[in-house]
């Protein structure tokens, strides 16, 4: 009779989990149901056999936030022109900063979330920056577009059209206010975005620039490191940089 018992309780757990495996229900803890569970084979293992080849994962972080596809064909050409690729190193395009520049205005930089946006409004003095009601992504808005126009009145061309040094030369009119605008100053939306330009060249890659720390390769700069403890007291060498990917299960 024991023999019996232990025999059916065998059998009805063998049951149960045949159930949970062509149920889905065991799928990497996902319900995805019985008749679609059942066509998604059940392995117990993975072998070497299962993968023979490292297979290219695709980086789902570089697409567009904020910027549509001329705003960012236009920002991917200006920080290029403000910071080249050269017998140094890439440039802004091959280091993503125009990704890194959407990616920042769709977020609380964009909008200006961490900062006093309420009247009255002033003119403020040149070390105060910007003191209008506009908000970052308003104002790359603007400035893009009127990048456009200036283009379109100086060398009738669109400005991703323009060559090198004619890009320079719209740019550099936006540098000194040479552009008659009235919604936003000239430079204050240059100095923006030659800002936001350095500061996706040197930021963490988590933010989709400084693609493959290239930019901090440049600048022999160590990027994120959990201690120098180990260095500290020798001669001066370069460290291989880290970002905060890199410390992942530290």
Known sequence: MADNANQQEK???????RFLKNS?????????GGALG??????????????????????????????TQQQFRMVEAATERIFPADDNGPGAKDLGVAYFIDHQLSGDWGFNAREYM???????????????????????DIGLRELQNHSLTKFEKNFIDLDEEQQIDVLTDFAEDKVQLTTISPSGFFNMLRTATLEGAYSDPLYSGNRNMDGWKMRNYPGSQMAYTDVIDQEFKVIAPKSLKDHLGH
């Open 11 to 17: 059998n009805e757990s063998l049951t149960r989990r």
């Open 118 to 140: 309420h009247p009255p409004f002033f003119k403020g003095e040149k070390v105060q920056g910007y003191q209008g009601r506009l908000r970052r992504r308003e104002i790359f």
């Open 24 to 32: 889905g229900i065991a799928i990497g803890g996902l319900a995805v």
């Open 38 to 67: 059942s066509l998604i084979p059940f392995k117990d293992k993975t072998t070497n056999e299962d993968v023979k080849t490292e297979q290219h994962v695709e980086n789902y972080n570089l697409a567009l936030m904020f910027f």
